[in-house]
């Protein structure tokens, strides 16, 4: 049956604890930002690195680096720290994809 194949296509599955809107993340110091990252895409660590430039805020950003050999994770220098706009969070998945992007406390 049509109706239920479609059904079944737009399942969305959603675990989550915690929901804040974005626009209050930057009045709060404690946020981190993770952000997975394939380590030998050149290109898109160059347009990571404006997209960072571009939003620049008060929370830490750590970049996760993944490759063939496994993953790494590095934080960020201070002066490279972000503000986790609605505009930044979009940015970065349009460049990396869904499932990049981690915002926790």
Same mark, same amino acid.
Not at 68 to 87: F, H, Q, T, W
């Given at each position: 049956n049509?109706?239920?194949?479609?059904?079944?296509v737009? !399942?969305?599955?959603?675990?989550?604890?915690?929901? !804040?809107?974005?626009?209050?993340?930057?009045?709060?110091?404690?946020?981190?930002?993770?952000?997975?990252?394939d380590?030998?895409?050149?290109?898109?660590l160059?347009e990571?690195k404006?997209?960072?430039?571009?939003?620049?805020?008060?929370?830490?950003?750590?970049?996760?680096?993944k490759? *063939?050999?496994?993953?790494?994770?590095?934080?960020?220098? *201070?002066?490279?720290?972000v503000?986790?706009?609605? *505009?930044f969070?979009?940015?970065?998945?349009?460049?990396?994809?869904?499932? !990049?992007?981690?915002?926790?406390?």
């Amino acid at each position: 049956n049509l109706k239920r194949q479609l059904k079944l296509v737009y !399942t969305i599955k959603l675990n989550l604890k915690n929901i !804040t809107a974005i626009s209050k993340l930057h009045f709060n110091n404690s946020y981190k930002i993770y952000v997975l990252v394939d380590r030998n895409d050149k290109n898109k660590l160059r347009e990571l690195k404006n997209i960072i430039k571009n939003h620049q805020g008060r929370h830490r950003i750590f970049i996760a680096y993944k490759d *063939e050999v496994g993953k790494e994770l590095i934080e960020l220098p *201070e002066n490279l720290r972000v503000n986790p706009s609605r *505009e930044f969070i979009i940015e970065l998945v349009n460049l990396l994809g869904e499932g !990049t992007v981690k915002i926790k406390k």
